[in-house]
């Protein structure tokens, strides 16, 4: 049995979340879907935006949220809200959580109602930042969800893996990778210029929040201890609580003109003036970004985390380093800078190991999570 209609709940529309939910949202618009949209709009990004203006414009229903990043008692208005709508939508209506906040609000106000799909993004205990006892509280959470989610789609087989040491029945655990579709770049000669960036010179590329779990400060730290920056640039792409800190290792380092920050503009279109990929994340879960590079043949030099080995072969496609290991990054950006024919080596692994990732593997693995669902409950 196939789907009718989709309630998607969001809190986080930006960065690789707000991406996920735009891709799967369009998707289900353009095969006839009535889509139905809860959306934050604290962190809020300009193409998330005009997601929510197309929803409405195809017919479907988008509605703002005002909401908190992380699930709290001023939640109860919106869960209201959504359990109302759950309960005027018609039969073949799938239920939609994305992320930790969206995820909390899908499931208490769909469960029993509707099929009830929950995509975490990297389970909050995933993150090293969370403190041993909010972890077991978000633990303790998740665990007793799950009762209430009918399918938990993890974007990566290490996001399964923690479902199932929380406690999640391993029958509701299923993996959909995450996927893009064809980039849509800039030239990169006039890229590279607006950069002030020679043809000569290598480029770095780090394209992040500038929170905690992305280390952007780490990344600086590395690139200095590469030595290459006398030859290479640093190109950051976000902005953030860190946006100090970054700007005050810069100084430190004494590499202003070296590197440059671009702020948090759209990645997509300057992904072509890059020649590696630099992630120094202490938390992840699939990371778009990476799955980006690769489709730009960049090798990539990343940390440790999430299912960052199931897109990086170590050693053929980039290098994979333990989280927060400065001078490995620097170890390794250098070889990479040093050596053209390593360089080449890994571009074509790169782009090679990318077309696991495409934007059709992502909605098709998505629809047939949603069809089995409806199935089980409905028969068909």
């Not at 030239?187 to 950069?195: I, P, Q």
Request: aromatic share 6%; net charge positive.
């Amino acid at each position: 049995m196939s789907p009718t209609h989709v309630l998607l709940v969001v809190e986080a529309t930006s960065g690789g979340c707000g991406k996920h939910t735009i891709d799967l949202g369009t998707a289900w618009l353009d095969r006839g879907l009535h889509v139905t949209l809860y959306y934050g709009t604290r962190r809020i990004d300009a193409d998330f935006r005009e997601f929510a203006a197309q929803v409405e414009a195809r017919g479907g229903r988008s509605v703002a949220m005002d909401i908190a990043t992380r699930p709290g008692f001023g939640d109860r208005r919106w869960f209201g809200m959504i359990r109302s709508e759950c309960r005027a939508l018609p039969r073949g209506t799938i239920v939609h959580g994305m992320a930790t906040t969206g995820g909390f609000l899908a499931r208490m106000a769909g469960a029993r109602l509707h099929p009830v799909v929950y995509t975490p993004h990297s389970f909050v205990t995933m993150m090293p930042y969370v403190s041993p006892k909010m972890r077991r509280v978000y633990g303790l959470m998740e665990q007793t969800l799950s009762r209430r989610t009918d399918a938990i789609i993890c974007v990566s087989e290490a996001e399964r893996e923690h479902g199932r040491s929380l406690g999640i029945a391993d029958g509701r655990l299923r993996v959909v990778y995450n996927g893009i579709g064809p980039i849509a770049t800039r030239d990169r000669g006039v890229v590279r210029a607006e950069w002030g960036v020679g043809p000569e010179e290598l480029v770095v590329g780090f394209v992040g929040r500038f929170d905690p779990p992305k280390r952007p400060e780490l990344a600086v730290e590395a690139f200095a201890r590469s030595g290459i920056s006398d030859r290479a640039r640093l190109v950051m792409v976000g902005d953030g609580s860190l946006a100090a800190s970054v700007e005050a290792a810069i100084a430190r380092l004494g590499l202003a003109g070296r590197v440059i920050r671009l702020g948090a503009v759209s990645a997509g279109p300057i992904l072509s003036g890059f020649d590696l990929h630099l992630m120094t994340s202490d938390g992840e879960s699939l990371p778009y970004v990476l799955v980006e590079a690769q489709a730009m043949a960049q090798p990539i030099v990343a940390t440790d985390v999430g299912a960052v080995r199931e897109i990086v072969a170590d050693g053929v496609s980039g290098y994979v380093l333990p989280a927060g290991d400065a001078d490995g990054l620097a170890r390794r950006l250098r070889e990479l800078a040093d050596d053209a024919g390593l360089r080449a080596r890994m571009s074509d692994a790169a782009h090679r190991s990318g077309e696991r990732f495409g934007l059709g593997h992502m909605v098709e693995g998505t629809w047939r999570v949603y069809g089995d669902l409806l199935s089980a409950r409905y028969g068909g």
